[in-house]
């Protein structure tokens, strides 16, 4: 479960022999939208829009005998009974064509699932080729693996011109007209994760959402091969979880992983992953969206960053969703960014949408904050007083409003900006602490104060109290500055340095915790290893190359939800740039999208 960044740990085992990496994507391999899926031993490969289904088909040209290899695959679950294909010929040949598999890791080397002869075959149109799969094969695919292999073997009296290839798909004898795909959570300590052909996410905590029985995730599959992925990640202390996957009805996937009965420790972070390949040949088919507008913007799909920027194009399920495109030019104190969002309905025409032809979303949230300045401190170990400057008090108050209009709002796409309020300065009653910086109840002082009725107002209650006497003395014999944040409330006091002219990271990197919290407690999304003290690990430093400083770098990309996160990713272990595969994107995007709620 959620523990305090200065806990570490407890122990977490994992069976690895379960945990597999996606090693091609098993939707642009098996429907032939990706040529580089595939290799020859003679003839030419390309692209062709001439199609059995779907918006390409492989076409091999100027050949007599080759072979088609495919790239490896993960495992395959619901294949069925039968395995289908499209071919044509664009003039009569003698000669047959051959589909075979391999898994080496299951000792199955070529073995043959069926032939069919060239001279049966229509010329000129795309003719379906079915086969039935041998009990064998379908037992070896039915285990685990990530080395399934297709080969075409296809050979003819005389050189063929052209052939074409497209939509190896896997079907029942019977085709449901619909399949019926269910997940259930019983545990998620502290999240489990879940992405659908790297297009669509849902997440799952102990925090709040797990153990809900059965959900229908069916409008996340198309017709055909789906790419699924599962992680399961710890945010501190110890962790399992437990998952299953069923089509038709029928158990598909089964993990779970407890403290007491799995292998190998691991740290904070990702603590295990799978991946398979789901048939579903009773869903829509795909379509294809194509995206356009200014180079590099973030596109986010149903609030999570797809990890693609524009321009691209990529496969989408035909189900309502929210395309969101993050424009930004991110210069130090002068970032400049909008949101754009579209309603993609469900439905089976393809999709082309440029960014730049469509307004920018503007403000979508203000979240309240009230700032409450204490005049007076008394620490229980000095007999003199805190007394709070005037000058203090306006330069503070300066600098929350710098840091919404130059960092919170621009790092958001402007989305989220504050609305600052300053509360009548508290001078009676003394803030009371045992040593300075040793921490109070905000909600305790709010009631001393009488000012409980703010905490229905303000998403953030600031307290700003001094840390100096009368005389400009610290009360402490030095040290640090002390601040912190949780529950909505931000402590602070004058310790701190503030600027007339730009703004103090330290705002920003103390409120950042309380959309962190609201995050992971009320949007049940994890944040990343160590959440926001997660810098180093990730890759990130405290001055990059743009000149941002005072980890401004990181900030922006925790809130964009943009930080890339896989499983070498450990608290302790310091990186020098962000990894180059990520798993899964972390940050607080989706709170700065949807809205702050209150947690005090």
């Given at each position: 479960?959620?523990?305090?960044?200065?806990?570490?740990?407890?122990?977490?085992?994992?069976?690895?022999?379960?945990?597999?990496?996606?090693?091609?994507?098993?939707?642009?391999?098996?429907?032939?939208?990706?040529?580089?899926?595939?290799?020859a031993s003679t003839g030419?490969?390309?692209?062709?829009?001439?199609?059995?289904?779907?918006?390409?088909?492989?076409?091999?040209?100027?050949?007599?005998?080759?072979?088609?290899?495919?790239?490896?695959?993960?495992?395959?679950?619901?294949?069925?009974?039968?395995?289908?294909?499209?071919?044509?010929?664009?003039?009569?040949?003698?000669?047959?064509?051959?589909?075979?598999?391999?898994?080496?890791?299951?000792?199955?080397?070529?073995?043959?699932?069926?032939?069919?002869?060239?001279?049966?075959?229509?010329?000129?149109?795309?003719?379906?080729?079915?086969?039935?799969?041998?009990?064998?094969?379908?037992?070896?695919?039915?285990?685990?693996?990530?080395?399934?292999?297709?080969?075409?073997?296809?050979?003819?009296?005389?050189?063929?011109?052209?052939?074409?290839?497209?939509?190896?798909?896997?079907?029942?004898?019977?085709?449901?007209?619909?399949?019926?795909?269910?997940?259930?959570?019983?545990?998620?300590?502290?999240?489990?994760?879940?992405?659908?052909?790297?297009?669509?996410?849902?997440?799952?905590?102990?925090?709040?959402?797990?153990?809900?029985?059965?959900?229908?995730?069916?409008?996340?599959?198309?017709?055909?091969?789906?790419?699924?992925?599962?992680?399961?990640?710890?945010?501190?202390?110890?962790?399992?979880?437990?998952?299953?996957?069923?089509?038709?009805?029928?158990?598909?996937?089964?993990?779970?992983?407890?403290?007491?009965?799995?292998?190998?420790?691991?740290?904070?972070?990702?603590?295990?992953?799978?991946?398979?390949?789901?048939?579903?040949?009773?869903?829509?088919?795909?379509?294809?969206?194509?995206?356009?507008?200014?180079?590099?913007?973030?596109?986010?799909?149903?609030?999570?960053?797809?990890?693609?920027?524009?321009?691209?194009?990529?496969?989408?399920?035909?189900?309502?969703?929210?395309?969101?495109?993050?424009?930004?030019t991110d210069a130090p104190?002068?970032?400049?960014?909008?949101?754009?969002?579209?309603?993609?309905?469900?439905?089976?025409?393809?999709?082309?949408?440029?960014?730049?032809?469509?307004?920018?979303?503007?403000?979508?949230?203000?979240?309240?904050?009230?700032?409450?300045?204490?005049?007076?401190?008394?620490?229980?170990?000095?007999?003199?007083?805190?007394?709070?400057?005037?000058?203090?008090?306006?330069?503070?108050?300066?600098?929350?409003?710098?840091?919404?209009?130059?960092?919170?709002?621009?790092?958001?796409?402007?989305?989220?900006?504050?609305?600052?309020?300053?509360?009548?300065?508290?001078?009676?009653?003394?803030?009371?602490?045992?040593?300075?910086?040793?921490?109070?109840?905000?909600?305790?002082?709010?009631?001393?104060?009488?000012?409980?009725?703010?905490?229905?107002?303000?998403?953030?209650?600031?307290?700003?109290?001094?840390?100096?006497?009368?005389?400009?003395?610290?009360?402490?014999?030095?040290?640090?500055?002390?601040?912190?944040?949780?529950?909505?409330?931000?402590?602070?006091?004058?310790?701190?340095?503030?600027?007339?002219?730009?703004?103090?990271?330290?705002?920003?990197?103390?409120?950042?915790?309380?959309?962190e919290q609201y995050q992971?407690?009320?949007?049940?999304?994890?944040?990343?290893?160590?959440?926001?003290?997660?810098?180093?690990?990730?890759?990130?430093?405290?001055?990059?190359?743009?000149?941002?400083?005072?980890?401004?770098?990181?900030?922006?990309?925790?809130?964009?939800?943009?930080?890339?996160?896989?499983?070498?990713?450990?608290?302790?272990?310091?990186?020098?740039?962000?990894?180059?595969?990520?798993?899964?994107?972390?940050?607080?995007?989706?709170?700065?999208?949807?809205?702050?709620?209150?947690?005090?």
């Open positions: 479960m959620l523990s305090s960044s200065s806990s570490r740990s407890q122990n977490v085992y994992i069976n690895t022999s379960k945990q597999f990496k996606l090693v091609s994507d098993p939707y642009l391999l098996l429907s032939f939208e990706d040529p580089g899926s595939w290799s030419t490969l390309y692209k062709s829009t001439d199609v059995f289904q779907g918006i390409s088909s492989l076409g091999i040209k100027n050949f007599q005998t080759t072979t088609l290899t495919s790239k490896p695959l993960n495992t395959l679950r619901a294949i069925g009974d039968l395995v289908s294909f499209g071919v044509k010929l664009n003039q009569s040949q003698s000669g047959s064509i051959k589909l075979l598999v391999s898994i080496p890791s299951l000792s199955l080397f070529d073995k043959q699932i069926g032939t069919t002869e060239l001279e049966k075959l229509h010329v000129g149109a795309f003719e379906k080729i079915v086969f039935d799969i041998p009990d064998d094969v379908k037992t070896a695919l039915n285990n685990e693996y990530n080395d399934l292999v297709f080969k075409f073997e296809i050979s003819s009296t005389k050189p063929i011109d052209e052939v074409l290839l497209d939509d190896i798909s896997f079907e029942a004898s019977v085709i449901s007209t619909s399949d019926k795909v269910e997940i259930e959570i019983r545990s998620a300590d502290d999240f489990v994760y879940l992405t659908v052909n790297d297009v669509q996410k849902k997440m799952w905590s102990d925090f709040g959402n797990s153990s809900t029985g059965k959900i229908d995730i069916s409008s996340m599959f198309w017709r055909g091969a789906n790419s699924v992925k599962i992680y399961a990640t710890n945010s501190g202390g110890a962790a399992k979880f437990w998952v299953a996957l069923w089509v038709n009805g029928e158990q598909v996937l089964l993990r779970d992983c407890v403290t007491e009965s799995c292998g190998v420790y691991v740290d904070e972070g990702i603590y295990y992953q799978t991946s398979l390949v789901l048939n579903t040949p009773g869903r829509p088919v795909a379509r294809l969206l194509e995206l356009d507008g200014a180079e590099k913007s973030n596109i986010y799909i149903d609030d999570h960053f797809s990890g693609k920027q524009i321009p691209t194009s990529f496969f989408i399920p035909q189900v309502n969703m929210t395309l969101g495109i993050g424009e930004y104190l002068n970032y400049k960014s909008r949101y754009v969002e579209e309603k993609i309905l469900a439905g089976a025409s393809n999709v082309k949408f440029d960014a730049s032809k469509a307004p920018a979303l503007g403000v979508q949230n203000v979240n309240k904050v009230a700032v409450v300045s204490i005049r007076k401190t008394i620490v229980s170990d000095t007999p003199r007083q805190g007394i709070l400057r005037d000058s203090e008090l306006a330069l503070f108050n300066k600098n929350m409003q710098m840091v919404s209009d130059i960092w919170v709002e621009p790092l958001s796409y402007g989305l989220t900006k504050w609305q600052v309020d300053v509360i009548p300065t508290i001078e009676n009653v003394a803030l009371e602490m045992p040593t300075l910086g040793s921490g109070f109840d905000g909600s305790e002082f709010l009631t001393k104060a009488k000012l409980d009725y703010i905490k229905s107002q303000y998403q953030i209650i600031v307290f700003h109290y001094p840390g100096y006497d009368i005389n400009g003395v610290r009360l402490d014999n030095g040290g640090g500055a002390g601040a912190w944040a949780m529950n909505g409330y931000f402590y602070v006091s004058d310790l701190w340095s503030f600027a007339d002219d730009r703004p103090n990271s330290v705002i920003l990197h103390e409120i950042l915790h309380i959309y992971v407690l009320r949007n049940f999304t994890p944040t990343g290893t160590i959440g926001l003290h997660g810098a180093e690990c990730h890759g990130y430093p405290e001055a990059n190359l743009q000149g941002e400083t005072d980890w401004v770098g990181w900030y922006r990309e925790f809130i964009r939800g943009t930080v890339k996160e896989n499983e070498n990713i450990k608290q302790g272990i310091e990186i020098t740039k962000p990894v180059e595969n990520p798993e899964i994107y972390v940050g607080v995007f989706e709170t700065f999208r949807r809205g702050l709620g209150f947690l005090h």
